[in-house]
């Protein structure tokens, strides 16, 4: 009886440890990640300009929001932007998958030069392309170094194209990530049940639009999400490739809350926005999250 009285409190211990050495870092991560979100929630309806101010003054800054014209814009991007990126994304990631599931020669240098982009953050990423779309020093000056003295590509300094850069070196990034995601799909799909459609004689193209494709469709939920959640917060591309501009045309909300409540002093209004897209994010996850719970009970 004596022997047992240690190895009961051992084994409570052992068992205690694991919540005892997780409970500080949640406990820290609780309160600096949901913390500050409350903290940015009440911000939002406080009376916050240039320093922070707890004066309550209800949804003064949402009403503000939707008066504003940058933010009008801001949203015009974003929905321009997350279609655009999304869809395109999408289409080319499933495109080089299929490509590469051919079985093709030198498909692990191919899949690393896909791969590559999505190495480089989306700073190095906006440089790069600022460097290659400018009118002075990039692409349309080199055509017509070639010879195409007429060719013109200004859409860097075009209030009305600007916002379409954005899409290319989103694009241009990601869609090797989406590729990485199809192609595992792709080769975790049986291969007897591909051999039993070819036996039937369909052709491949049809395998693939009628069966391969199809069974991708958690894959394209997980992509879906992932690139929606990248567009929503798409910031630092922005900044680094266009800043925002010509004047405020490239503006996206994530830029938006940045210039109101770190460069006009108007905190209130950023931190409004700010809660506007974490509404937006968590209108997309919270859904697949309690769809992919409710299909694991």
């Known amino acids: 009886m004596t022997l047992a009285v240690p190895s009961q409190a051992g084994a409570r211990f052992e068992r205690w440890l694991p919540r005892l050495v997780i409970t500080p870092i949640f406990a820290i991560s609780f309160l600096f990640i949901y913390g500050l979100i409350a903290w940015n929630g009440y911000l939002s309806m406080s ?84 460097w290659i779309l400018n009118p002075g020093l990039g692409l349309e000056l080199v055509v017509r170094q070639w010879g195409w003295t007429s060719f ?25 990530f989406v590729m990485a995601l199809f192609l595992a799909g792709l080769r975790g799909i049986d291969e007897s049940i591909v051999k039993a459609a070819q036996i039937d004689g369909a052709s491949m193209p049809r395998i693939y639009w009628r069966i391969m494709i199809p069974c991708l469709r958690p894959v394209f939920f997980s992509a879906l999400l992932v690139l929606s959640h990248i567009s929503i917060k798409s910031f630092d591309l922005v900044m680094a490739l266009t ?44 859904p697949y999250l309690y769809s992919e719970l409710r299909a694991k009970k």
Not at 87 to 95: E, K, R, S
Not at 103 to 109: M, P, S, Y
Not at 156 to 176: E, F, H, K, P, R
Request: hydrophobic residues 55%; without cysteine; glycine residues 10%.
């Open 47 to 130: 009376a916050s300009r240039l320093l922070p101010n707890y004066e309550f003054v209800g949804l003064q800054h949402y009403a503000q929001l939707l008066d504003n014209e940058r933010w009008g814009v801001a949203l015009k991007n974003l929905a321009i932007f997350s279609v655009l990126f999304i869809g395109v994304g999408l289409a080319l990631g499933l495109l080089m998958a299929i490509l590469l599931d051919q079985k093709i020669r030198l498909e692990g240098t191919l899949r690393a030069i896909y791969l590559y982009p999505m190495a480089l953050s989306f700073i190095v990423t906006g440089t790069a392309w600022k």
């Open 152 to 176: 013109n590509f200004d859409w860097l300094i075009n209030a009305d194209m600007a916002i379409y850069t954005v899409v290319i070196a989103g694009v241009w990034q990601s869609a090797g």
């Open 243 to 286: 800043a925002g501009g010509p004047g405020f045309a490239t503006d996206v909300p994530a830029t938006f809350m940045y210039a109101m409540a770190f460069s006009r002093g108007q905190i209130g209004l950023g931190a409004a926005s700010a809660t506007v897209m974490l509404a937006t994010v968590a209108a997309i996850v919270v």
